[in-house]
């Protein structure tokens, strides 16, 4: 049996893939953490026969913002020292996830395709994570380009999903946003407030797109790297909106906090290479996938 290593299997997207590679080993922060290297060392004396690298310290715009050089050194190390024992015990294949904050702050064009990546500096919000994930993409190809490995890396645009953190500091905006409407509603609110103007761009996709897009490079053993986004591109009013309409709160009124922050503008990312890879690959889409959600932290959300 081919023996599948996915680190960050706790974490949102790892617990979205388990459904699709039921028999990898899913690790979390508990079982090894991969900022010790003899942690790390020590996990990779099994002979893995690939490996899926997902675990990051990874937080919402306010925690990004706070903490900069933690997040910077956090993920390097992991990163690096994944990187190094997996190419130093032999393993065949790995595929890393990194995220469209990588990509410049401000492009030429869009949507911004895979080559774009250095273009520019990224987003001040959270630049300590945006540049450990390009070092990991520049580790990769080194090692591709030096040892003639065949890993790679995939990277998704934002993300929202059940088993998302609800902790309004570390979460992710379209999961916050649910659980605000669901906190209104229990509130029986007449709104919900968001922070910022509601101008910025987004493309959101649940984690089950990507966890069905991991497991397909895994099954048909896909080793280049590729963007994974939604084609829509919308403005955080206009996911605000849907998102009302999907859970059946059209009367809601969404207020802004204009003295909280944006972040980028747009990011938006071309998936013009990973629909030539996965041509019949579809799209959960955002009403659908809002709905979903909502149904499950309407079950499980306490404050
Ligand atoms: P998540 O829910 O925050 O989970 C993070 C995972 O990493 C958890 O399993 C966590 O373990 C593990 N981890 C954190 N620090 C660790 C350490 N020092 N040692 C070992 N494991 C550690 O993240 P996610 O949303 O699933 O993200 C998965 C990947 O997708 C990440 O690489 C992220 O950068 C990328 N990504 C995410 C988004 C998004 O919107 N969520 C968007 C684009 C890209 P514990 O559970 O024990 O803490």
Not at 176 to 188: C, M, P, Q, V, Y
Request: proline content about 4%; overall charge negative; some cysteine.
């Amino acid at each position: 049996m081919v023996k599948i290593l996915v680190t960050g299997g706790s974490g949102l997207v790892g617990r979205h893939l388990s459904k699709y590679l039921p028999d990898a080993v899913y690790l979390s922060s508990k079982d090894a953490d991969l900022r010790s290297e003899r942690d790390v060392r020590e996990l990779f004396s099994t002979k893995w026969e690939r490996v899926i690298h997902l675990a990051a310290r990874v937080a919402g715009i306010l925690d990004n913002r706070s903490r900069p050089a933690e997040f910077l050194e956090d993920n390097l190390l992991m990163n690096t020292l994944v990187m190094k024992y997996a190419r130093e015990t032999g393993v065949p294949r790995l595929t890393a996830v990194l995220s469209t904050c990588i990509f410049p702050d401000v492009a030429s064009s869009y949507p911004m395709t895979e080559e774009m990546m250095h273009d520019g500096p990224p987003q001040a919000t959270n630049f300590g994570y945006a540049i450990s994930k390009r070092a990991l993409a520049a580790h990769i190809d080194a090692c591709n380009t030096q040892y003639g490995t065949s890993y790679n890396y995939l990277i998704p645009c934002n993300l929202y999903g059940e088993f998302d953190k609800t902790d309004p500091a570390k979460s992710h905006f379209v999961t916050a946003l649910i659980t605000k409407i669901i906190k209104a509603e229990r509130d029986g609110s007449d709104h919900i407030t968001l922070l910022g103007s509601g101008k910025p761009l987004r493309q959101f996709m649940h984690a089950d797109d990507l966890a069905r897009v991991i497991a397909e490079c895994a099954e048909h053993d896909v080793t280049q790297s590729f963007n994974v986004a939604v084609p829509e591109n919308l403005s955080i009013r206009q996911i605000a909106e849907i998102a009302l309409s999907a859970t059946g709160n059209e009367g809601m009124e969404i207020r802004f906090d204009a003295s909280g922050p944006d972040g980028q503008f747009r990011k938006d990312v071309s998936n013009a290479r990973m629909m030539e890879l996965l041509p019949d690959f579809r799209f959960t889409g955002l009403a659908e996938g809002i709905h979903r959600v909502y149904s499950y932290y309407k079950a499980n959300y306490k404050e």
